[in-house]
């Protein structure tokens, strides 16, 4: 699956930005979904991971109760609600598929194995 995500922006602390993740291909349904998001000298971490019917979701602490993922499957899109945006979570957010079985939703970055070109997010104090 080929992913292109979109949305990103310049965005003053305290404001709200949708992301949104377009995938092609035949396999989005049977796909877990996930966001990462990576700063400038540091690893990709795991923000947010939504199961393939879109029942379960699992968070990073740093972003729990502030984003919210979400998935249209007859659009083949994830989307990332962030809200109360602060400075650190300043990045570039990626989006990522792994087809898997039932409800199984991995979190780590290993696990993933489509990706997208990510999409910058600034927050300003």
């Known amino acids: 699956v080929q992913l292109v995500e979109s949305g990103g922006g310049l965005v003053q602390a305290g404001g709200s930005l949708r992301l949104s993740c377009v995938a092609s291909g035949r396999t989005f349904s049977t796909s877990a979904l996930a966001w990462f998001r990576q700063s400038p000298g540091e690893e990709r971490v795991f923000v947010a991971a939504?199961?393939?019917?879109?029942?379960?979701?699992y968070y990073a602490d740093s972003v729990k109760g502030r984003f919210t993922i979400s998935r249209e499957n007859d659009k083949k899109t994830v989307y990332l609600q962030m809200n109360s945006l602060r400075p650190e979570d300043t990045a570039v957010y990626f989006c990522?598929?792994?087809?898997?079985?039932?409800?199984?939703?991995?979190?780590?970055?290993?696990?993933?194995?489509?990706w997208g070109q990510g999409t910058q997010v600034t927050v300003s104090s």
């Open positions: 990522a598929a792994k087809r898997v079985i039932l409800t199984h939703t991995p979190i780590t970055r290993e696990d993933y194995d489509s």
């Open positions: 939504i199961s393939r019917g879109g029942g379960t979701t």
